[in-house]
């Protein structure tokens, strides 16, 4: 058992530089009002701009994961979006970019921001609709002449989503301290690469890593917009929600080891084949969720020696499951567990379980919900937007940073709730209201 969650149960005009893209990323851009001009066309050009990048062409869906080229990439990015508005540039000893206005050292500051790194194939709105958006709102916010009381940053935080090196939410694990140096520093890719080998072939000084109170105490506010990863927006006909919570969730690892052979002549009973146990593994996940009413998945799976015609030695898979309280997970991950250790010894396997990471339920500040609730609601009575108040059972940088600092999220709709594949979607006029409602809510925390 390792891992984090152990520990705890001056500046350019406004739009400088934008302009109206000539072509649609999406059909249908609202007319909306005129408010909702300048986040419109802002966001529309950024979302042009970022959209290419790291997307693979045979699958369509994103592969930008931590510290490779797209990553430095859509940093690249990033950099420049902050430049071109006068922003003071800053990358952190973890990785994470920020982009300030105001003095970064003054404190109470609102920070608002996403991730721009993906999982395999995935979507181009979770994550890079959070950071597209900051940007966005800050664009509408100077061209309705808000002036700011407070310093507000935007973020971008690295390695979100785990993808290359197994565990979500290094970047901000690493800046609030529930990822210590030693743990990150054991990090291994697929191909044996280190996280600080990763980080070091990127450019990047490894050896500054760790936690960063100091920033964090210089943070009053997060709030981070995210698409919907569900459909209850959808079902509500609401284009924009706010956070309650996230589901405690975490990832497990299941190794099992059997024996490799030779899958023509190795009559069945002489077997040890670890695929067997694994696969009723994977039906007992499913059984002990559905009993639950919780969800588990095995998304990942890794085999030696990996040959067609070779009995496996080796099966390795990783669980991830979530529920809406601690006690329900507790029950489904130790129903699999058990299940699956019954198998491996029906079949001679070794059986190995290792949680790789683990973070409780997050309840989002309250105090900074119905603000963003009295906001919007505020907002609302011209524009009949409803702003209904949401659990997740998807991970958040908010989430973490809610254990240190007050932090809230917004969530815009997704007609299909499908999200982590390239059929990931927000219509644009969803889009430019969650900017929008992200910039009414920085205004009122940041302008008055
Ligand atoms: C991140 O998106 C997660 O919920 O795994
Ligand atoms: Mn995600
Ligand atoms: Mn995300």
Same mark, same amino acid.
């Given at each position: 058992?390792?891992?984090?969650?152990?520990?705890?149960?001056?500046?350019?005009?406004?739009?400088?530089?934008?302009?109206?893209?000539?072509?649609?990323?999406?059909?249908?851009?609202?007319?909306?009002?005129?408010?909702?001009?300048?986040?419109?066309?802002?966001? =529309?050009?950024?979302?042009?701009?970022?959209?290419?990048?790291?997307? =693979?062409?045979?699958?369509?869906?994103?592969?930008?994961?931590?510290?490779?080229?797209?990553?430095?990439?859509?940093?690249?990015?990033?950099?420049?979006?902050?430049?071109?508005?006068?922003?003071?540039?800053?990358?952190?000893?973890?990785?994470?970019?920020?982009?300030?206005?105001?003095?970064?050292?003054?404190?109470?500051?609102?920070?608002?921001?996403?991730?721009?790194?993906?999982?395999?194939?995935?979507?181009?709105?979770?994550?890079?609709?959070?950071?597209?958006?900051?940007?966005?709102?800050?664009?509408?916010?100077?061209?309705?002449?808000?002036?700011?009381?407070?310093?507000?940053?935007?973020?971008?935080?690295?390695?979100?989503?785990?993808?290359?090196?197994?565990?979500?939410?290094?970047?901000?694990?690493?800046?609030?301290?529930?990822?210590?140096?030693?743990?990150? =520093?054991?990090?291994?890719?697929?191909?044996?690469?280190?996280?600080?080998?990763?980080?070091?072939?990127?450019?990047?000084?490894?050896?500054?890593?760790?936690?960063?109170?100091?920033?964090?105490?210089?943070?009053?506010?997060?709030?981070?917009?995210?698409?919907?990863?569900?459909?209850?927006?959808?079902?509500?006909?609401?284009?924009?929600?706010?956070?309650?919570?996230?589901?405690?969730?975490?990832?497990?690892?299941?190794?099992?080891?059997?024996?490799?052979?030779?899958?023509?002549?190795?009559?069945?009973?002489?077997?040890?084949?670890?695929?067997?146990?694994?696969?009723?593994?994977?039906?007992?996940?499913?059984?002990?969720?559905?009993?639950?009413?919780?969800?588990?998945?095995?998304?990942?799976?890794?085999?030696?020696?990996?040959?067609?015609?070779?009995?496996?030695?080796?099966?390795?898979?990783?669980?991830?499951?979530?529920?809406?309280?601690?006690?329900?997970?507790?029950?489904?991950?130790?129903?699999?567990?058990?299940?699956?250790?019954?198998?491996?010894?029906?079949?001679g396997i070794e059986l190995d379980i290792v949680r790789e990471s683990f973070t409780p339920v997050v309840e989002f500040d309250h105090a900074l919900r119905d603000e963003l609730a009295r906001?919007?609601?505020?907002?609302?009575?011209?524009?009949?937007?409803?702003?209904?108040?949401?659990?997740?059972?998807?991970?958040?940088?908010?989430?973490?940073?809610?254990?240190?600092?007050?932090?809230?999220?917004?969530?815009?709709?997704?007609?299909?709730?499908?999200? =982590?594949?390239?059929?990931?979607?927000?219509?644009?006029d969803d889009c430019v209201a969650g900017v929008t409602a992200l910039a009414d809510v920085l205004e009122?925390?940041?302008?008055?």
């Open positions: 058992m390792t891992l984090p969650g152990d520990e705890r149960g001056g500046s350019s005009s406004a739009g400088a530089g934008l302009s109206s893209p000539g072509a649609g990323v999406f059909s249908g851009v609202s007319a909306g009002a005129g408010a909702a001009l300048v986040a419109g066309d802002s966001f =529309h050009e950024m979302w042009r701009e970022l959209l290419p990048i790291g997307r =693979h062409p045979d699958s369509g869906g994103y592969r930008r994961f931590a510290w490779t080229a797209a990553d430095a990439e859509c940093r690249d990015w990033f950099k420049a979006q902050a430049e071109s508005r006068g922003l003071t540039y800053e990358l952190d000893r973890n990785g994470n970019q920020w982009a300030w206005l105001g003095d970064p050292a003054a404190g109470d500051a609102v920070v608002t921001g996403s991730h721009l790194d993906s999982v395999p194939d995935g979507g181009a709105f979770d994550g890079p609709l959070g950071v597209v958006s900051s940007f966005a709102a800050l664009d509408e916010l100077r061209g309705r002449g808000a002036q700011f009381t407070k310093p507000l940053a935007l973020v971008n935080f690295g390695d979100e989503e785990g993808a290359r090196f197994g565990l979500a939410c290094v970047g901000s694990r690493l800046t609030a301290g529930q990822l210590t140096v030693e743990q990150a =520093h054991r990090l291994t890719d697929g191909d044996g690469v280190t996280l600080p080998q990763a980080m070091a072939a990127a450019g990047y000084d490894a050896d500054a890593i760790g936690p960063d109170p100091e920033r964090l105490a210089r943070i009053g506010a997060f709030v981070e917009l995210h698409v919907e990863q569900g459909r209850a927006l959808d079902l509500s006909g609401d284009r924009v929600g706010i956070a309650s919570a996230i589901w405690p969730h975490g990832r497990w690892r299941f190794d099992f080891r059997g024996e490799a052979n030779h899958a023509g002549t190795t009559r069945l009973v002489d077997r040890r084949d670890p695929m067997l146990s694994y696969a009723e593994t994977v039906l007992a996940a499913r059984r002990e969720a559905q009993l639950a009413g919780a969800v588990a998945t095995f998304g990942k799976i890794a085999v030696e020696p990996n040959g067609v015609n070779a009995i496996p030695s080796l099966v390795r898979g990783w669980l991830d499951s979530r529920a809406a309280d601690q006690d329900t997970l507790d029950t489904v991950v130790t129903g699999v567990e058990k299940a699956a250790r019954e198998y491996a010894e029906a079949h906001v919007l609601g505020k907002t609302g009575e011209d524009t009949h937007l409803n702003v209904p108040v949401l659990g997740t059972g998807a991970g958040h940088d908010a989430g973490i940073l809610s254990g240190s600092i007050p932090t809230a999220m917004l969530f815009v709709r997704n007609p299909t709730g499908v999200s =982590h594949s390239p059929a990931e979607f927000a219509a644009e009122g925390l940041a302008c008055r």
